[in-house]
């Protein structure tokens, strides 16, 4: 099995991508043993003295004013632990639990938050034994942190709450870390606030945000060049000194792919000819590389915004490097909420563009000599009519989720947090946005191969020959007369989402952008 070893410098979305969906081992690192250690040490000192010290030996946000004695701060940390574990709604997905932990985790590790280094041992221990407390979808306003589903995650490495086990079965903490021979942690001065302090949920579901977004851009891509020849289109447009005069990287490289899929197609061309005459495509086909592409800098500029976020050591307050301990604001949302929302924004005109070149393949006035939704006997048959409208309905709540969560604040903690992100709202509803990303893109490819295999006498490019192909193979059926047709959305969905289309387009194309 892989092992992901933390140390103080943060860590890679690979790691995170290896430790929430693929259940790589942690390992904390010498180097980060030693900085727990050292930053221990300081807490400890300051801990012993008179003057009150935030998260130290004081109450927390609205309630800091008050200096707690030493017999009282294991209660206190425990305290906000308990009352802080205050979710509500649906459990949160195992993978998104364990991305949470593991960041977490991450900043514990670089020695900046006064945690023990027995502490840090136990996540890491309780992430090795398959042990993913219970979060619930409600409590973070992304900021001070996603304060609930990381205290339900704290709660459970002191053995109290319900966490689900290796085997899938939610069972009370304490049981759970009992059998995998885990003790229970004791809490102390700052280690309850260290572990609840930051924007880990967030992070971890932009990390996995962007590893799916990358596979999807790849697949639309794909999708709008299988439209394009289904339509009797021009690749002209696609050309690369046509895109090197407006130098946007993703358009580039959009543009780029749709080429490499379109290369050696008998079925592009023929706008001259009767049968299809036109000047130019639809802007849905035309501007394919320009919306994707688009969307592709989008992620360019997310992912630079993660990578800062996996470097940092996001707490309040934070253990310098000269031993001050000093209060701070970067448990703060804001810069990864926005990109999220961005995210959202860009996925929802992907899935908008896609919906448009379905509904032209499907309406026989704009078609170019295509039957009537792509039916076998229109009249008789309805062909893919109800697929394009799910494939709306599916469009119509994404610009639903579009609308971003990060420009709404609702003061908290008695005006002390008056100003929040709001981050965790805008993944949670990315999360939605790339899932419903994945149907949009796999019903325009259910529709595109069905009109290319209607071209009776073209050809259409070796890799849409190849896409078509495994795409039968893997149970998504070709043409022919009406049948119970969810069965074949979903057979068409877990091929995008599998990446197959994308591997078997790359099986003639080579690696795609």
Same mark, same amino acid.
């Given at each position: 099995m892989h092992t992901v070893v933390v140390g103080t410098s943060g860590t890679t979305a690979e790691d995170v991508i290896a430790v929430a969906r693929h259940n790589a081992r942690v390992e904390l690192s010498g180097e980060a043993l030693d900085a727990l250690a050292r930053a221990r040490g300081i807490v400890d000192a300051l801990a012993a003295k008179p003057e009150p010290v935030y998260g130290v030996s004081t109450g927390f946000g609205a309630l800091a004013s008050r200096h707690i004695s030493p017999e009282l701060r294991a209660q206190l940390q425990r305290n906000i632990v308990r009352s802080h574990a205050a979710g509500m709604g649906p459990r949160v997905e195992r993978e998104v639990v364990r991305a949470l932990m593991f960041l977490r985790l991450k900043t514990?590790?670089?020695?900046?938050?006064?945690?023990?280094?027995?502490?840090?041992?136990?996540?890491?221990?309780?992430?090795?034994?398959g042990i993913t407390p219970v979060v619930h979808e409600?409590?973070?306003?992304?900021?001070?942190?996603? /304060? +609930?589903?990381?205290?339900?995650?704290?709660?459970? =490495?002191?053995?109290?709450?319900?966490?689900?086990?290796?085997? #899938? !079965?939610?069972?009370?903490?304490?049981?759970? /870390? +009992?059998?995998?021979?885990?003790?229970?942690?004791? =809490?102390?001065?700052?280690?309850?606030?260290?572990?609840?302090? #930051? !924007?880990?949920g967030m992070l971890g579901m932009l990390v996995m945000a962007l590893a799916d977004l990358g596979k999807l851009y790849t697949s639309a891509d794909i999708t709008a060049a299988l439209t394009l020849e289904a339509l009797l289109g021009t690749e002209k447009v696609l050309q690369p000194e046509l895109h090197a005069i407006r130098p946007h990287p993703g358009q580039g490289?959009?543009?780029?792919?749709?080429?490499?899929?379109?290369?050696?197609?008998?079925?592009?061309g023929h706008f001259q000819e009767e049968s299809a005459p036109r000047v130019q495509d639809a802007y849905s086909v035309r501007c394919a590389p320009q919306v994707a592409g688009a969307g592709r800098d989008t992620m360019a500029h997310a992912a630079l915004v993660a990578s800062r976020e996996l470097a940092a050591a996001v707490d309040n307050p934070v253990v310098l490097p000269d031993g001050r301990v000093e209060s701070n604001g970067n448990f703060h949302g804001a810069p990864v909420a926005y990109v999220l929302d961005f995210l959202a924004?860009?996925?929802?005109?992907?899935?908008?563009?896609?919906?448009?070149?379905?509904?032209?393949?499907?309406?026989?006035?704009?078609?170019?000599?295509?039957?009537p939704f792509l039916a076998d006997d229109a009249g008789v048959d309805s062909g893919l009519m109800i697929a394009q409208y799910t494939q709306a309905a599916l469009v119509s709540e994404m610009k639903r989720l579009a609308v971003p969560a990060s420009a709404d604040s609702i003061p908290s903690s008695a005006m002390q947090e008056d100003h929040v992100s709001m981050g965790w709202s805008a993944a949670r509803k990315l999360r939605t946005a790339v899932d419903n990303l994945t149907r949009i893109i796999a019903i325009e490819m259910y529709a595109a191969t069905r009109a290319i295999e209607l071209r009776h006498g073209l050809t259409a490019a070796p890799a849409s020959r190849a896409a078509i192909e495994a795409a039968r193979a893997a149970g998504v059926q070709g043409p022919g007369p009406d049948r119970f047709l969810a069965p074949d959305l979903a057979a068409a969905d877990a091929f995008v989402r599998s990446g197959a289309l994308v591997d078997a387009v790359e099986s003639v194309t080579g690696p795609l952008a």
């Open positions: 514990v590790a670089s020695g900046h938050t006064g945690v023990r280094p027995s502490v840090a041992q136990t996540m890491a221990d309780v992430l090795n034994a409600y409590g973070s306003l992304g900021c001070s942190g996603d /304060l +609930a589903p990381l205290s339900h995650c704290a709660l459970a =490495l002191m053995g109290e709450g319900d966490a689900e086990g290796p085997d #899938g !079965t939610v069972r009370p903490a304490g049981e759970l /870390l +009992a059998e995998a021979g885990i003790e229970p942690v004791e =809490l102390r001065e700052k280690e309850g606030l260290a572990l609840l302090n #930051g !924007t880990d490289a959009s543009a780029a792919n749709m080429a490499a899929v379109l290369k050696g197609s008998g079925l592009t924004i860009a996925a929802a005109d992907l899935g908008s563009i896609a919906e448009r070149r379905t509904d032209r393949l499907l309406d026989k006035n704009r078609s170019h000599g295509l039957p």
